[in-house]
């Protein structure tokens, strides 16, 4: 998280929502906002979403599977927002969707599993 950067909007059980400034860092050669940095978003907010849940064991990621809709480009500000799909014993089901607020634009959907490994 530290090198993303993100800016907490708000939190609650099971749901974090963030922004973030696209840096040119951030951008592949087209100067667009590169789909490994948004997968990073995404699995790092489901990620701290579970840790945030405070449960006793240690969760990782088992997949993640995430659509691209749109670009964003750098010096524009993305939010991100997770929310919690199914929560069982030893998996938890997260979502997470990124958008361009200033468009209204959705830019990309992920999901994850992230597995209790005690």
């Known amino acids: 998280m530290n090198w993303l ?3 907490l909007i708000s939190a609650e059980r099971g749901m974090l ?3 973030y400034v696209i840096r040119k860092e951030m951008t592949n050669p087209y100067g667009i906002l590169h789909g490994g940095i948004t997968a990073g978003i995404i699995d790092d907010l489901i990620g701290a979403t579970v840790f945030i849940l405070g449960l006793s064991g240690k969760y990782t990621t088992v997949n993640n599977n995430i659509d691209y809709f749109a670009p964003a480009v750098e010096g524009d500000i993305i ?10 014993r030893t998996i938890i089901n997260l979502q997470c969707e990124v958008y361009l607020p200033n468009k209204n634009r959705l830019i990309a959907k992920g999901y994850s599993n992230m597995l209790n490994i005690g």
């Open 5 to 7: 950067k993100p800016s």
């Open 17 to 19: 929502h963030c922004s």
């Open 79 to 88: 939010t991100a927002k997770t929310a919690i799909v199914k929560q069982g």
